[in-house]
């Protein structure tokens, strides 16, 4: 720990960066976040059908189809064996996450992300206690429970309560009472548990991360040399156990985050003044000296510095 | 050897409390999921699935409820199912024949749009669809019924003449006018709702219900003699013996022929009982 640490997060970034450099993913993120949301509005508000569909499933240009693929195969689970099309849909996005990054889907796509990163900010501004924090592996249990009661019902179960769909669906073809659903998230992320939705429960999330288990975009903390022990990047990342092992490694430990939970969501490169993270491919192999270590090759002797 | 074997039973029991603590959530949240899934698959009366649609319990494994088919329906006939508004499962789409029914487009585009399935590419002729059957739920109102000439529901039925018909009754309330009575044949009728979107009434007499709801079914056991004598040509059974029928008017063996009751008695109408 340093001096630093009790600054309020990101504020050396602010004053190294500027606001902008100290945000830049974020707003990113929320472009995207919009972008996604827009793209399938703007049919039925302005009538322009690039986009007709869903994120559950929809059609581009006319041309490409495109699925949930956790939606379709929880009807497979309920025994339904869906047309070509589907499959197809299913496939593509399947295989853009798995190369692209399973999780990229939570932080850039959801419309879900904002509402549990609104929760988190209320929850920091009020000083509120993290409250119940469910195992990490509590959402593949979920994971497992969605394709069991799919299974049961001979239905695709998770998307009666889905609030992804429920909120996305809801915005673009008319929400009844679906709302109640993302206000429930909100407030079990401000009340229950912090970050407990997108980090505990979702299967949704889940279902990606291990879908991206193997992706080529990663984050690296290949500076991590420059680590003046700010904790910032902890205090930011909404699944912080995933930096651990790459930050604080030594010279012959990746300093790559290779962990399925990391949603790439480029806050821990926004709020380090000193640079230390960047965004970079799965097979990157530059060397990467662990702090202290600057001068000494790879394998040297293990440096004992206290963490 | 006893200390690394400590930490290594404590790990155990951990991880065993740790499973079945799960694994206990997960049961509950499943049986509550389950619960909700079960419950939503009722389909109010009311609400139409789509031509083509797969029999609700396939349908829900497997619509995605992406709206593509509500989004390629040119009358917006289609609507996807909103949370507490709509009957339907939330999200899957539906009409009801009242708001917009639908208007049988001979390419079906609903149809086409569905990238699943849960609307069958098998059907292509939209004469086919069972969306539902049309219903005279309400003599008792219908003008048809009461002896007046609407014929509303006849006339716009996309299938005239073969989905609905009018048959001719004697209307016994005035005596001595006719009764055009609406008669749906289900076999023709495809449920599309135009006769109950159409209907005079400020609450439809006649409307589409589900099949599961507008039909009964024969016994498989059954078999109509009739229809056996038509197909065989002949009785099924030799040397049946064709006994006089019991019909009304002279010379028959009915109640005034000779011999037979004739009552003692005359109605202050001068009517002889009928």
Redesign the interface.
């Known amino acids: 720990m340093s001096a630093k640490t009790k600054l309020p997060t990101g504020q050396e970034a602010i004053r190294t960066k500027g606001w902008i450099g100290a945000h830049k993913y974020l707003l990113l993120r929320r472009i995207s976040q919009a972008a996604f949301l827009l793209i399938f509005l703007i049919g039925p508000w302005f009538g322009l059908w690039l986009v007709k569909g869903n994120l559950a499933g929809s059609l581009t240009l006319d041309v490409l189809p495109l699925t949930d693929p956790l939606v379709l195969l929880q009807g497979i689970a309920a025994q339904y064996w869906p047309e070509f099309t589907a499959l197809l849909g299913a496939l593509i996005v399947g295989v853009t996450y798995a190369l692209i990054g399973g999780r990229v889907y939570c932080s850039w796509v959801c419309p879900i992300n904002p509402v549990t990163d609104g929760a988190h900010w209320l929850h920091e501004k009020l000083g509120m206690p993290k409250g119940w924090q469910p195992k990490r592996e509590t959402r593949y249990w979920m994971l497992g429970m969605v394709f069991a009661a799919s299974a049961l019902t001979g239905t695709i179960a998770w998307e009666f309560v889905n609030p992804i769909t429920m909120l996305q669906r809801g915005l673009v073809f008319g929400i009844g009472f679906a709302w109640t659903f993302v206000i429930a998230v909100f407030l079990f992320d401000l009340f229950v548990s912090r970050r407990g939705w997108c980090g505990h429960i979702c299967p949704v999330g889940a279902f990606y991360d291990l879908l991206g288990a193997k992706s080529l975009l990663r984050v690296t903390a290949v500076d991590r040399a420059k680590c003046d022990d700010c904790m910032d990047c902890f205090a930011v990342c909404p699944e912080m156990h995933v930096i651990t092992p790459a930050l604080r490694g030594k010279g012959t430990d990746t300093p790559l985050i290779l962990s399925g939970d990391c949603t790439n969501c480029g806050r821990c490169i926004d709020v380090c003044a000193q640079d230390v993270f960047q965004f970079t491919h799965r097979f990157d192999t530059r060397p990467s000296p662990g702090r202290g270590e600057e001068d000494a090759t790879p394998s040297s002797a293990p440096c004992n510095r206290a963490a | 050897m006893s200390a690394p074997k400590k930490p290594k039973a404590m790990d155990r029991r951990r991880f065993l409390m ?1 499973t079945a603590r ?2 206990a ?3 509950v ?2 049986t509550l ?2 619960l ?3 419950d ?2 009722a389909l109010p009366a009311e609400a139409l699935r789509p031509p083509g649609a797969l029999p609700e ?2 349908f ?9 088919c ?3 329906c040119p009358y917006d006939t289609l ?8 009957g339907a ?3 899957t789409p539906f009409f009801t024949a009242r708001n917009i029914p639908c208007e049988m487009c001979d390419d079906i585009p609903c149809v086409k ?5 849960a609307l069958d ?1 098998g059907l292509t002729d939209i004469d086919e669809a069972k969306m539902g059957i049309a219903v005279l739920v309400d003599e008792e109102n219908c003008l048809n019924a009461l002896g007046l000439r609407c014929d509303v529901c006849y006339r716009v039925c996309p299938v005239i003449d073969e989905a609905i018909t009018l048959e001719r009754e004697h209307n016994a309330r005035s005596g001595h006018h006719a009764i055009f009575m609406p008669v749906v044949h289900a076999e023709f009728c495809t449920g599309c709702g135009k006769c109950e979107k159409s209907c005079v009434l400020p609450e439809a007499a006649i409307k589409v219900l589900p099949v599961r709801l507008a039909r009964g079914q024969l016994g498989e056991h059954y078999r109509l003699g009739w229809e056996q004598m038509d197909e065989n040509g002949a009785p099924l059974v030799d040397g049946l013996i064709d006994l006089p029928d019991r019909l009304p008017g002279p010379g028959t063996d009915n109640l005034a022929a000779p011999g037979g009751f004739e009552p003692a008695f005359k109605l202050p109408m001068g009517g002889t009982g009928q």
């Open positions: 740790d799960a694994a959530g997960c049961a949240a499943g999921l389950s909700y899934a079960r939503a698959r319990e396939d829900l494994a497997a619509c995605i409820r992406c709206g593509l509500v989004r390629d609507v996807l199912a909103e949370l507490g508004v709509d499962a939330t999200g749009a569905c990238p699943t399935g590419h």
